[in-house]
Protein backbone atom coordinates (compact mmCIF):
# COMPACT_ATOMS: atom_id res chain seq x y z
CA UNK A 1 0.00 0.00 0.00
CA UNK A 2 1.37 3.07 -0.86
CA UNK A 3 1.75 6.38 1.56
CA UNK A 4 -1.01 8.12 -0.07
CA UNK A 5 -3.33 4.98 -0.27
CA UNK A 6 -2.58 4.45 3.51
CA UNK A 7 -3.66 8.56 3.98
CA UNK A 8 -6.94 7.93 1.78
CA UNK A 9 -8.20 5.06 4.36
CA UNK A 10 -7.83 7.13 7.02
CA UNK A 11 -9.34 10.45 5.26
CA UNK A 12 -12.56 7.50 4.37
CA UNK A 13 -13.36 6.96 7.64
CA UNK A 14 -12.97 10.31 9.14
CA UNK A 15 -16.52 10.63 9.87
CA UNK A 16 -16.80 7.74 12.16
CA UNK A 17 -15.38 10.26 14.67
CA UNK A 18 -18.23 12.67 14.53
CA UNK A 19 -21.72 11.93 15.23
CA UNK A 20 -23.93 10.13 12.85
CA UNK A 21 -27.46 11.11 13.34
CA UNK A 22 -30.42 8.57 11.39
CA UNK A 23 -28.11 5.19 11.56
CA UNK A 24 -29.82 1.96 12.84
CA UNK A 25 -29.21 0.32 15.40
CA UNK A 26 -27.75 -3.05 15.16
CA UNK A 27 -28.69 -6.09 17.76
CA UNK A 28 -25.09 -7.91 16.31
CA UNK A 29 -22.10 -5.41 15.61
CA UNK A 30 -20.31 -8.86 14.77
CA UNK A 31 -22.60 -9.10 11.86
CA UNK A 32 -23.01 -5.76 10.85
CA UNK A 33 -18.85 -5.99 10.63
CA UNK A 34 -18.69 -9.16 8.72
CA UNK A 35 -21.68 -8.07 6.27
CA UNK A 36 -19.28 -4.72 5.14
CA UNK A 37 -15.50 -6.11 4.76
CA UNK A 38 -17.86 -8.21 2.25
CA UNK A 39 -19.30 -5.55 0.87
CA UNK A 40 -15.65 -3.65 0.44
CA UNK A 41 -14.58 -6.56 -1.38
CA UNK A 42 -17.67 -6.11 -4.14
CA UNK A 43 -16.95 -4.60 -7.50
CA UNK A 44 -17.95 -0.92 -7.56
CA UNK A 45 -21.71 -0.41 -9.25
CA UNK A 46 -20.45 2.67 -10.75
CA UNK A 47 -16.73 3.90 -12.07
CA UNK A 48 -14.99 6.99 -11.09
CA UNK A 49 -14.48 8.28 -14.97
CA UNK A 50 -18.12 8.19 -14.82
CA UNK A 51 -18.52 10.30 -11.49
CA UNK A 52 -16.30 12.44 -12.97
CA UNK A 53 -18.50 13.01 -16.54
CA UNK A 54 -21.76 13.46 -14.51
CA UNK A 55 -19.99 16.26 -12.33
CA UNK A 56 -18.78 17.78 -16.06
CA UNK A 57 -22.17 17.51 -17.15
CA UNK A 58 -23.31 19.29 -14.25
CA UNK A 59 -21.11 22.01 -14.65
CA UNK A 60 -22.97 22.89 -17.45
CA UNK A 61 -25.65 22.96 -15.63
CA UNK A 62 -24.16 25.39 -12.68
CA UNK A 63 -22.96 27.97 -15.93
CA UNK A 64 -26.30 27.47 -17.04
CA UNK A 65 -25.81 25.30 -20.28
CA UNK A 66 -28.00 22.42 -19.62
CA UNK A 67 -30.96 21.66 -17.02
CA UNK A 68 -31.08 18.80 -14.73
CA UNK A 69 -34.18 15.90 -14.27
CA UNK A 70 -33.37 14.16 -11.00
CA UNK A 71 -36.25 11.85 -10.28
CA UNK A 72 -37.54 8.21 -9.13
CA UNK A 73 -38.87 6.18 -5.82
CA UNK A 74 -38.73 7.89 -2.54
CA UNK A 75 -37.62 4.55 -1.57
CA UNK A 76 -36.95 1.63 -3.72
CA UNK A 77 -38.46 -1.62 -2.34
CA UNK A 78 -36.25 -5.20 -2.88
CA UNK A 79 -39.87 -6.81 -4.11
CA UNK A 80 -39.93 -4.31 -6.83
CA UNK A 81 -36.80 -4.94 -8.43
CA UNK A 82 -38.04 -6.11 -11.75
CA UNK A 83 -37.79 -5.17 -15.33
CA UNK A 84 -41.49 -4.05 -15.80
CA UNK A 85 -41.22 -1.71 -12.66
CA UNK A 86 -37.89 -0.58 -14.02
CA UNK A 87 -38.84 0.23 -17.39
CA UNK A 88 -41.75 2.01 -16.36
CA UNK A 89 -39.45 4.25 -14.00
CA UNK A 90 -36.68 5.05 -17.09
CA UNK A 91 -39.79 5.27 -19.65
CA UNK A 92 -40.89 8.21 -17.43
CA UNK A 93 -37.86 9.63 -17.32
CA UNK A 94 -36.84 9.38 -20.85
CA UNK A 95 -40.47 10.53 -21.89
CA UNK A 96 -40.03 13.86 -19.47
CA UNK A 97 -36.92 14.17 -20.46
CA UNK A 98 -37.65 14.58 -24.26
CA UNK A 99 -40.51 17.22 -23.58
CA UNK A 100 -37.54 19.24 -21.66
CA UNK A 101 -35.37 18.69 -24.39
CA UNK A 102 -37.71 19.31 -27.25
CA UNK A 103 -39.71 22.23 -25.73
CA UNK A 104 -37.72 24.11 -23.60
CA UNK A 105 -34.24 23.51 -26.15
CA UNK A 106 -32.46 22.52 -23.63
CA UNK A 107 -29.79 19.43 -23.24
CA UNK A 108 -31.41 17.30 -19.85
CA UNK A 109 -28.62 15.58 -17.53
CA UNK A 110 -30.40 12.56 -16.19
CA UNK A 111 -30.20 11.42 -13.17
CA UNK A 112 -32.44 8.74 -11.42
CA UNK A 113 -33.35 8.36 -7.80
CA UNK A 114 -32.40 4.87 -8.44
CA UNK A 115 -30.05 1.74 -7.83
CA UNK A 116 -29.44 2.50 -4.24
CA UNK A 117 -32.18 4.39 -2.58
CA UNK A 118 -33.38 1.78 -0.21
CA UNK A 119 -32.78 3.52 2.77
CA UNK A 120 -35.02 6.39 4.74
CA UNK A 121 -34.59 9.12 7.41
CA UNK A 122 -37.47 9.42 9.44
CA UNK A 123 -38.68 12.23 11.59
CA UNK A 124 -39.80 9.42 14.16
CA UNK A 125 -37.33 6.69 15.65
CA UNK A 126 -40.16 4.86 16.92
CA UNK A 127 -44.18 3.80 15.51
CA UNK A 128 -46.79 3.60 17.94
CA UNK A 129 -50.09 1.19 17.22
CA UNK A 130 -52.57 0.13 19.47
CA UNK A 131 -50.37 0.87 22.30
CA UNK A 132 -47.59 -1.19 20.76
CA UNK A 133 -44.33 0.63 20.46
CA UNK A 134 -41.62 -0.54 17.50
CA UNK A 135 -38.57 1.24 16.04
CA UNK A 136 -39.57 2.73 12.64
CA UNK A 137 -39.85 1.12 8.87
CA UNK A 138 -36.52 2.39 7.74
CA UNK A 139 -36.29 1.45 3.98
CA UNK A 140 -35.35 -1.91 2.79
CA UNK A 141 -31.96 -1.61 3.49
CA UNK A 142 -32.38 -1.98 7.20
CA UNK A 143 -35.25 -3.41 7.85
CA UNK A 144 -39.20 -4.45 7.26
CA UNK A 145 -42.16 -2.46 6.51
CA UNK A 146 -44.68 -5.16 8.87
CA UNK A 147 -45.74 -3.77 12.18
CA UNK A 148 -44.11 -6.81 14.39
CA UNK A 149 -40.83 -6.86 16.25
CA UNK A 150 -39.13 -9.15 14.00
CA UNK A 151 -39.58 -7.29 10.93
CA UNK A 152 -38.32 -3.90 11.80
CA UNK A 153 -35.29 -5.00 13.88
CA UNK A 154 -32.52 -3.76 11.47
CA UNK A 155 -30.52 -6.72 9.75
CA UNK A 156 -27.07 -5.84 8.15
CA UNK A 157 -27.37 -8.64 5.61
CA UNK A 158 -30.09 -5.94 4.15
CA UNK A 159 -26.92 -3.95 3.13
CA UNK A 160 -26.12 -7.29 1.47
CA UNK A 161 -29.22 -7.23 -0.46
CA UNK A 162 -29.14 -3.62 -1.51
CA UNK A 163 -25.88 -3.93 -2.98
CA UNK A 164 -27.21 -6.84 -5.36
CA UNK A 165 -30.65 -4.98 -6.29
CA UNK A 166 -28.71 -2.02 -6.84
CA UNK A 167 -26.37 -3.94 -9.34
CA UNK A 168 -29.41 -5.91 -10.70
CA UNK A 169 -31.13 -2.88 -10.95
CA UNK A 170 -28.34 -0.59 -12.64
CA UNK A 171 -27.72 -3.35 -15.23
CA UNK A 172 -30.89 -3.12 -16.72
CA UNK A 173 -30.92 0.76 -16.75
CA UNK A 174 -27.32 0.73 -18.87
CA UNK A 175 -29.04 -2.59 -20.68
CA UNK A 176 -32.12 -0.31 -21.51
CA UNK A 177 -30.15 3.12 -22.12
CA UNK A 178 -27.39 2.16 -24.25
CA UNK A 179 -28.85 -1.20 -25.81
CA UNK A 180 -31.62 0.49 -28.69
CA UNK A 181 -34.27 0.99 -26.30
CA UNK A 182 -33.36 4.98 -25.69
CA UNK A 183 -32.85 5.26 -29.54
CA UNK A 184 -35.00 8.53 -29.94
CA UNK A 185 -36.41 6.86 -33.11
CA UNK A 186 -38.63 5.18 -29.76
CA UNK A 187 -40.17 8.33 -28.67
CA UNK A 188 -43.47 6.54 -29.80
CA UNK A 189 -42.74 3.41 -28.71
CA UNK A 190 -42.22 4.56 -24.51
CA UNK A 191 -45.65 6.26 -24.73
CA UNK A 192 -47.58 3.30 -26.82
CA UNK A 193 -49.39 1.94 -23.67
CA UNK A 194 -50.41 5.19 -22.69
CA UNK A 195 -51.04 7.39 -25.48
CA UNK A 196 -54.91 5.41 -25.63
CA UNK A 197 -55.53 6.30 -22.04
CA UNK A 198 -54.28 9.28 -21.19
CA UNK A 199 -54.50 13.27 -21.84
CA UNK A 200 -50.84 13.74 -21.22
CA UNK A 201 -49.88 10.61 -23.12
CA UNK A 202 -51.99 12.28 -26.64
CA UNK A 203 -49.99 15.62 -25.79
CA UNK A 204 -46.74 13.58 -25.76
CA UNK A 205 -47.78 11.74 -29.03
CA UNK A 206 -47.95 14.66 -30.53
CA UNK A 207 -44.60 16.38 -29.41
CA UNK A 208 -42.85 12.90 -30.29
CA UNK A 209 -44.54 13.18 -33.95
CA UNK A 210 -42.43 16.75 -34.47
CA UNK A 211 -39.21 15.14 -32.92
CA UNK A 212 -39.88 12.22 -35.69
CA UNK A 213 -40.06 15.07 -38.75
CA UNK A 214 -36.81 16.63 -37.21
CA UNK A 215 -34.92 13.09 -36.73
CA UNK A 216 -35.91 12.38 -40.58
CA UNK A 217 -35.13 15.95 -41.61
CA UNK A 218 -31.71 15.38 -40.42
CA UNK A 219 -31.40 12.09 -41.32
CA UNK A 220 -32.13 13.49 -44.85
CA UNK A 221 -29.42 15.80 -44.47
CA UNK A 222 -26.92 13.07 -43.36
CA UNK A 223 -26.47 14.03 -39.82
CA UNK A 224 -27.27 10.71 -37.28
CA UNK A 225 -24.95 11.69 -34.16
CA UNK A 226 -24.55 8.89 -31.93
CA UNK A 227 -26.08 10.70 -29.24
CA UNK A 228 -29.75 9.80 -30.80
CA UNK A 229 -29.34 6.41 -30.18
CA UNK A 230 -28.20 5.92 -26.48
CA UNK A 231 -28.59 8.54 -23.88
CA UNK A 232 -26.20 8.88 -20.90
CA UNK A 233 -28.28 7.98 -17.46
CA UNK A 234 -26.74 8.13 -14.16
CA UNK A 235 -27.60 6.81 -10.59
CA UNK A 236 -27.83 8.55 -7.20
CA UNK A 237 -29.42 8.34 -3.78
CA UNK A 238 -29.45 9.75 -0.47
CA UNK A 239 -26.14 8.66 0.97
CA UNK A 240 -27.44 7.53 4.62
CA UNK A 241 -26.06 4.65 5.99
CA UNK A 242 -22.55 5.66 5.99
CA UNK A 243 -21.76 1.88 6.82
CA UNK A 244 -22.70 1.06 3.82
CA UNK A 245 -21.01 4.04 1.45
CA UNK A 246 -18.01 3.54 3.42
CA UNK A 247 -17.57 0.09 2.55
CA UNK A 248 -18.45 1.01 -1.09
CA UNK A 249 -16.06 4.13 -1.69
CA UNK A 250 -12.61 3.28 -2.87
CA UNK A 251 -9.32 4.79 -4.20
CA UNK A 252 -9.22 5.80 -8.03
CA UNK A 253 -6.07 3.99 -9.27
CA UNK A 254 -5.70 6.65 -12.00
CA UNK A 255 -5.77 9.84 -9.44
CA UNK A 256 -5.57 8.05 -5.83
CA UNK A 257 -8.55 10.36 -4.85
CA UNK A 258 -11.98 8.77 -3.22
CA UNK A 259 -15.11 7.73 -4.32
CA UNK A 260 -18.26 6.27 -3.24
CA UNK A 261 -18.63 3.63 -6.00
CA UNK A 262 -22.64 2.70 -5.07
CA UNK A 263 -23.65 5.92 -7.13
CA UNK A 264 -22.43 8.44 -9.72
CA UNK A 265 -23.98 11.04 -7.14
CA UNK A 266 -25.01 10.95 -3.75
CA UNK A 267 -26.58 13.40 -1.51
CA UNK A 268 -27.29 14.70 2.18
CA UNK A 269 -30.61 14.52 3.25
CA UNK A 270 -32.17 17.59 5.17
CA UNK A 271 -32.03 15.42 8.15
CA UNK A 272 -28.22 14.93 8.55
CA UNK A 273 -26.61 17.75 6.95
CA UNK A 274 -25.41 18.66 10.25
CA UNK A 275 -22.08 20.88 9.60
CA UNK A 276 -20.14 18.54 12.68
CA UNK A 277 -21.88 15.78 11.60
CA UNK A 278 -20.75 12.71 10.09
CA UNK A 279 -22.56 13.15 6.85
CA UNK A 280 -21.00 15.61 5.76
CA UNK A 281 -18.02 15.07 6.32
CA UNK A 282 -18.17 11.64 4.23
CA UNK A 283 -19.40 13.84 1.59
CA UNK A 284 -16.43 16.42 1.66
CA UNK A 285 -14.29 13.50 1.51
CA UNK A 286 -15.23 11.74 -1.72
CA UNK A 287 -14.78 13.41 -5.52
CA UNK A 288 -18.39 12.75 -6.77
CA UNK A 289 -20.72 15.21 -7.24
CA UNK A 290 -22.67 15.64 -4.13
CA UNK A 291 -25.98 17.50 -3.26
CA UNK A 292 -27.42 18.88 -0.19
CA UNK A 293 -31.00 18.90 0.71
CA UNK A 294 -31.58 22.48 2.17
CA UNK A 295 -35.53 23.14 4.13
CA UNK A 296 -37.11 26.10 5.06
CA UNK A 297 -34.82 26.64 8.06
CA UNK A 298 -31.48 27.06 6.44
CA UNK A 299 -29.95 29.89 6.43
CA UNK A 300 -27.61 31.57 4.04
CA UNK A 301 -24.46 31.16 6.56
CA UNK A 302 -25.04 27.71 6.33
CA UNK A 303 -25.05 27.40 2.82
CA UNK A 304 -21.73 29.78 2.89
CA UNK A 305 -20.02 26.87 5.45
CA UNK A 306 -21.40 23.98 2.77
CA UNK A 307 -19.50 25.19 0.14
CA UNK A 308 -16.19 25.65 2.07
CA UNK A 309 -16.75 22.09 3.22
CA UNK A 310 -18.32 20.70 0.08
CA UNK A 311 -16.68 22.68 -2.53
CA UNK A 312 -13.24 24.21 -1.40
CA UNK A 313 -12.12 24.38 -4.97
CA UNK A 314 -15.55 26.07 -6.39
CA UNK A 315 -15.82 23.80 -9.40
CA UNK A 316 -18.35 23.71 -11.07
CA UNK A 317 -20.69 20.55 -10.58
CA UNK A 318 -19.45 18.99 -7.78
CA UNK A 319 -22.44 20.76 -5.47
CA UNK A 320 -25.62 20.64 -6.02
CA UNK A 321 -28.19 22.73 -3.72
CA UNK A 322 -31.67 20.61 -3.64
CA UNK A 323 -34.04 23.11 -2.30
CA UNK A 324 -36.96 21.60 -0.56
CA UNK A 325 -39.28 24.76 1.07
CA UNK A 326 -42.72 24.18 0.41
CA UNK A 327 -44.95 25.96 -2.25
CA UNK A 328 -46.00 28.50 0.55
CA UNK A 329 -42.59 29.35 1.73
CA UNK A 330 -40.04 29.33 -1.12
CA UNK A 331 -40.55 33.37 -3.06
CA UNK A 332 -40.18 34.36 0.71
CA UNK A 333 -37.08 32.24 1.73
CA UNK A 334 -35.17 31.21 -1.65
CA UNK A 335 -33.64 34.80 -2.62
CA UNK A 336 -31.77 36.00 0.26
CA UNK A 337 -30.14 32.19 -0.06
CA UNK A 338 -29.63 32.66 -3.79
CA UNK A 339 -28.23 36.11 -3.12
CA UNK A 340 -25.64 35.90 -0.13
CA UNK A 341 -23.98 32.57 -1.90
CA UNK A 342 -24.34 34.35 -5.67
CA UNK A 343 -22.36 37.12 -3.79
CA UNK A 344 -19.90 35.36 -2.42
CA UNK A 345 -18.76 33.85 -5.74
CA UNK A 346 -19.88 30.19 -5.47
CA UNK A 347 -22.08 28.86 -8.64
CA UNK A 348 -23.34 25.49 -7.23
CA UNK A 349 -26.55 24.18 -9.35
CA UNK A 350 -29.74 25.33 -7.68
CA UNK A 351 -32.20 22.41 -7.94
CA UNK A 352 -35.78 22.45 -6.90
CA UNK A 353 -37.41 19.56 -4.96
CA UNK A 354 -41.10 20.49 -4.70
CA UNK A 355 -42.25 17.16 -3.33
CA UNK A 356 -40.92 17.04 0.46
CA UNK A 357 -42.44 20.46 1.61
CA UNK A 358 -45.68 20.22 0.22
CA UNK A 359 -46.25 16.84 1.82
CA UNK A 360 -49.31 16.65 4.68
CA UNK A 361 -52.01 13.64 5.51
CA UNK A 362 -55.62 13.84 3.66
CA UNK A 363 -58.59 12.70 6.38
CA UNK A 364 -58.32 8.91 4.91
CA UNK A 365 -54.28 8.94 6.38
CA UNK A 366 -52.99 8.84 3.37
CA UNK A 367 -49.84 10.75 2.97
CA UNK A 368 -50.60 12.83 -0.08
CA UNK A 369 -49.32 15.91 -2.13
CA UNK A 370 -51.43 18.17 -4.14
CA UNK A 371 -49.81 18.76 -7.70
CA UNK A 372 -51.26 22.07 -7.98
CA UNK A 373 -49.00 22.53 -4.66
CA UNK A 374 -45.90 20.81 -6.54
CA UNK A 375 -46.16 22.82 -9.47
CA UNK A 376 -46.18 26.41 -7.36
CA UNK A 377 -43.08 25.22 -6.00
CA UNK A 378 -41.69 24.83 -9.08
CA UNK A 379 -42.65 28.37 -10.25
CA UNK A 380 -41.74 30.56 -7.41
CA UNK A 381 -37.97 28.57 -7.68
CA UNK A 382 -38.73 29.85 -11.52
CA UNK A 383 -39.36 33.18 -10.07
CA UNK A 384 -36.78 33.98 -8.01
CA UNK A 385 -34.09 32.47 -10.12
CA UNK A 386 -35.14 34.85 -12.64
CA UNK A 387 -35.45 37.77 -10.60
CA UNK A 388 -31.72 36.95 -9.08
CA UNK A 389 -30.30 36.28 -13.21
CA UNK A 390 -29.72 33.42 -11.66
CA UNK A 391 -29.92 30.07 -13.64
CA UNK A 392 -32.64 27.59 -12.71
CA UNK A 393 -30.92 24.21 -12.69
CA UNK A 394 -33.14 21.46 -12.65
CA UNK A 395 -35.65 19.60 -10.56
CA UNK A 396 -35.92 16.61 -8.24
CA UNK A 397 -39.10 15.08 -7.86
CA UNK A 398 -40.30 11.81 -6.69
CA UNK A 399 -41.78 9.63 -9.11
CA UNK A 400 -42.42 6.20 -10.56
CA UNK A 401 -43.64 4.74 -13.96
CA UNK A 402 -46.85 2.68 -12.56
CA UNK A 403 -50.27 4.51 -12.60
CA UNK A 404 -50.44 4.98 -8.89
CA UNK A 405 -52.67 7.25 -6.79
CA UNK A 406 -50.57 8.90 -4.53
CA UNK A 407 -50.50 12.84 -5.42
CA UNK A 408 -53.91 14.27 -6.07
CA UNK A 409 -54.21 16.43 -8.82
CA UNK A 410 -52.88 16.70 -12.30
CA UNK A 411 -54.55 16.87 -15.84
CA UNK A 412 -56.31 13.11 -15.58
CA UNK A 413 -57.28 14.07 -11.67
CA UNK A 414 -56.42 12.32 -8.85
CA UNK A 415 -58.91 13.16 -5.85
CA UNK A 416 -58.44 12.77 -2.87
CA UNK A 417 -61.12 9.60 -2.69
CA UNK A 418 -58.87 7.93 -5.32
CA UNK A 419 -55.92 7.60 -3.16
CA UNK A 420 -56.76 4.21 -1.49
CA UNK A 421 -57.27 2.79 -5.06
CA UNK A 422 -53.79 2.29 -6.09
CA UNK A 423 -51.19 3.98 -3.34
CA UNK A 424 -48.07 1.82 -3.22
CA UNK A 425 -45.23 3.81 -2.39
CA UNK A 426 -42.54 2.24 0.65
CA UNK A 427 -42.48 5.90 1.51
CA UNK A 428 -43.52 9.66 0.47
CA UNK A 429 -46.11 9.64 -2.52
CA UNK A 430 -45.09 9.67 -5.97
CA UNK A 431 -46.40 11.32 -9.48
CA UNK A 432 -47.73 9.11 -11.54
CA UNK A 433 -46.39 8.94 -14.99
CA UNK A 434 -49.35 11.37 -16.62
CA UNK A 435 -48.46 13.86 -13.87
CA UNK A 436 -44.90 13.61 -14.41
CA UNK A 437 -45.30 14.40 -18.14
CA UNK A 438 -47.89 17.18 -17.07
CA UNK A 439 -44.91 18.69 -14.95
CA UNK A 440 -42.10 17.92 -17.81
CA UNK A 441 -44.63 20.08 -20.19
CA UNK A 442 -45.09 22.75 -17.51
CA UNK A 443 -41.50 23.32 -16.72
CA UNK A 444 -40.60 23.50 -19.95
CA UNK A 445 -42.81 26.24 -20.67
CA UNK A 446 -41.43 27.89 -17.95
CA UNK A 447 -37.72 27.51 -18.78
CA UNK A 448 -38.38 28.51 -22.19
CA UNK A 449 -39.85 32.16 -20.67
CA UNK A 450 -37.04 32.62 -18.42
C1 LIG B 1 -36.22 12.26 0.31
O1 LIG B 1 -35.62 12.78 -0.65
O2 LIG B 1 -36.93 11.24 0.19
C2 LIG B 1 -36.13 12.92 1.63
C3 LIG B 1 -36.29 12.26 2.75
O3 LIG B 1 -35.92 14.25 1.50
P1 LIG B 1 -35.47 15.34 2.59
O4 LIG B 1 -34.14 14.90 3.11
O5 LIG B 1 -35.39 16.58 1.75
O6 LIG B 1 -36.56 15.40 3.62
CO1 LIG C 1 -39.22 11.26 -0.05
New binding site residues.
Given amino acids: MTVNAESSTSTASSWRDLPAAQQPEYPDSEALREVTADLAGYPPLVFAGECDQLRDRLGAVARGEAFLLQGGD??EAFDQVSAEHIRAKLKTLLQMSAVLTYAAAVPVVKVGRIAGQYS??RSKATEVRDGVELPSYRGDSVNAPAFTAEARTPDPERLRRMYHSSAATLNLVRGFTTGGYADLRQVHAWNQDFVRTSASGQRYEALAREIDRALSFMKACGADPAEFHSVEFYASH?ALLLDYEAALTRVDSRTGSLYDVSAHMIWI???TRQLDGAHIEFASRVRNPVGV?L?PTTTPEEALAYIDRLDPDREPGRLTF?T?YGAGKIRDLLPELVEKVTASGARPVWVC?PM?GNTFEAASGHKTRRFDDVLDEVKGFFEVHKALGTHPGGIHV?LTGDDVTECVGGGDEIFVDDLHQRYETA??PRLNRSQSLDLAFLVAEMYRDQ
Fill in positions: CAKPEGERKGIRDHECD
